[in-house]
Structure formats: structure tokens, C-alpha cells
């Protein structure tokens, strides 16, 4: 199924809440699909379980106004999809010449999703071919990174080394952000978009920006402010300081904070009590405001904190 520009920007109308669009940034969204503005991407999978690009490939799935589409369709007919492993038809030397058309002809972003391997040469983790050449994640990462307008990393793994990089981390699994500061690109703009995996919205949020030519204004992480400002344990409907709830003492207590158990909820950024994950509205914290249906703790388990540099903290294995 095909899906025209046109019902792509209607879809981010009846979605411009969720991916944060006022009046005046959807007419510049319009304008800038109208005259194929949209940036050229080229996706990379390195150390890590492309849950994110799952979680991503969601996104458009039931969307009201323009019916039961998906994201390649999205993706290909709006964003210029150059490569990406999952979605796209071609593979082998037919795919890597789309990625170095793509790189040779300039203004795209690189979208990394998985950790970079470091050890054994960066050959734990080889990701294509390239005139007969073996090619690395982390000789991809510093190839296309150096030429790149930015470089999103969609997940913790690329955006921190998440789970990959955990101890003992055999293969020397690091953030894409530490290697290209190793290997000395420092050009593009870097925008870390953490989770695991990272929210569909957030990922959407930040390409609608980069259509209009925007990079948003980010914390000490990199992350954009607009999306991981928000305390998790101020903001869940669990806080005992707040919603006049108790503290929970074992697992499976509904309604119940979960601070005691170890939830990571406090010190952890983001706004899953606020934005929800999954499809179907639910009442919110006010009447007629609406979420999506459930996160972690609605399902009473506890917030991992998986937005946030140290996830998953310590050693993943003991």
C-alpha cells in the first residue's frame, strides 16, 4: 500500500498533539512535503535486537486518517528511505549502492540503532560489503556520520550502549556518540533518542522536526528537551505524594507505588505516564484528556529507567 505526502501530513494533523505540532508548524509541515523537503535517510543496524525499528515500524498502524498503512510505506513515499536492512526490498550490492548514492550525494541523516562494537577491529559487528570490502558498524558509523546534516540515535543502545554494552560487554560495545568522537567527527548535529525501545512518538517527533529543518534544543545527553523533561515518578498516577496512593510491599498490587520494589521511575526522564504506549485511549489524569493505552507500571511493572545513561546500571548478567 502507497501513501501520498498529502495523507502523511494528515496524519501528523490529527496526531499534532502526540508529536508536539501547533497551527503554525503544520503549515510549515505542509509546505515543506509540498516541496520535497523531506531529508534523505540512511538506516543502520549495529550491537542490538532492531526492537526499536519494531517499535517503530508500529507507528503508523490503524492511524485514523489515513487507514491501516505501515511504516515502510511512510518512510519510502515521505522520507526518502535510502537503507534500511528491514524494510527495504533490495539487499546485497543492490542496497549498499543505494546507501553510497545516498552518501555521495550529500544532505541526508544517518539513523543508527544498536551499539557500536569496538573489540576484535569492530568485527564483532560487520553490516555490509562494500566492492568486495568487509564494512563494520563502527566504519559505517564514522563514514557516513562524517558527512551527514545529523545523526539520530533511535534507541539506549545506540544512544548510551545500553544492554549491549552491560559487563562484561565482550565484543567493547560503546555509544555512537562516543565513537565518532573517537574516530574525530564532530560535524554532524547528534540527537539521541534513548528507550528500550524508544517510544514511536519520539522518533516521529524528531523527523517531523528535521522535515521542517529544525534540530531541537537538547540536554546534557543530547536527548531533545521536549521529550525527556518530564520526571517519570512526578508524573506517574502511582505517587503516593500526589495521587494519594500507598507504597506497595510485593509485586501485583494495583495502584500502588512501586518505589519500594525498585522502580527507577524517580530520576528517570521521560513522559510515559503522560504519552502511554499501544494503541487505544484511556482517561488520562484529567476529563477528556486521553493517552495511549498502558506502560510499564500500568502494567505493574516496575519503570527500568531505560531512557537513561547508566541502563541497564551494573553488571546486566549477575
Known amino acids: ?14 496526531c499534532a498533539a502526540a508529536l508536539g505540532l501547533n497551527n503554525t508548524t503544520l503549515k510549515q509541515l505542509k509546505a515543506a512535503l509540498e516541496s520535497d523537503g523531506a531529508p534523505t535517510v540512511i538506516w543502520l543496524h549495529g550491537s542490538g535486537c532492531q526492537g526499536d525499528s519494531v517499535s517503530f515500524l508500529n507507528l503508523f498502524l490503524d492511524a485514523p486518517a489515513v487507514g491501516h498503512v505501515d511504516t515502510k510505506d511512510v518512510l519510502l513515499n515521505n522520507v526518502n528511505l535510502a537503507y534500511h536492512t528491514v524494510v527495504m526490498a ?18 541526508y541523516v544517518l539513523v543508527c540503532e544498536g551499539g557500536v562494537a569496538t573489540a576484535f577491529g569492530g568485527k564483532a559487528c560487520n553490516v555490509m560489503t562494500v566492492n568486495g570490502v568487509e564494512k563494520t558498524y563502527r566504519d559505517m558509523v564514522l563514514e557516513l556520520g562524517a558527512n551527514a546534516i545529523a545523526v539520530l ?8 550502549g545500553g544492554i549491549p554494552a552491560a559487563g562484561p560487554n565482550p565484543t567493547g560495545v560503546i555509544s555512537v556518540q562516543e565513537a565518532l568522537t573517537a574516530g574525530g567527527v ?13 517510544h514511536p512518538d519520539w522518533v516521529a517527533w524528531v523527523v517531523v522536526q528535521l522535515i521542517l529543518g529544525n534540530i531541537p534544543e537538547l ?6 528537551i521536549a521529550l525527556y523533561i518530564n520526571d517519570v515518578h512526578e508524573n506517574c498516577p502511582r505517587n503516593p505524594n500526589f495521587h494519594n496512593t500507598v507504597k506497595a510491599t510485593t509485586f501485583g498490587e494495583d495502584g500502588k507505588c512501586l518505589e519500594d520494589l525498585g522502580c ?21 489524569f484529567g476529563e477528556g484528556q486521553y493517552i495511549r493505552a498502558n506502560w510499564c507500571v500500568d502494567s505493574n511493572g516496575m519503570c527500568l529507567g531505560c531512557v537513561e545513561p547508566d541502563f541497564p546500571g551494573g553488571d546486566f548478567y549477575t
Open 186 to 198: 564532530t560535524g554532524p548535529a547528534i540527537i539521541n533518542i534513548p528507550g528500550c525501545p524508544a
Open 219 to 224: 540536554d546534557d545527553y543530547s536527548r531533545p
Open 264 to 284: 527507577r521511575g524517580p530520576g528517570t526522564h521521560a513522559d510515559c505516564p503522560l504519552r502511554g504506549w499501544n494503541k487505544g485511549p484511556i482517561p488520562a
Open 153 to 160: 540515535n533511535v534507541g539506549t543502545c545506540s544512544s548510551f
Open 90 to 107: 533490495s539487499a546485497g550490492d543492490t542496497a549498499v549502492t543505494m546507501a553510497q548514492q545516498a552518501k555521495r550525494k550529500g544532505g
Open 1 to 14: 500500500m502507497h501513501i501520498s505526502r498529502r495523507e502523511f501530513f494528515r496524519y501528523c494533523t490529527v
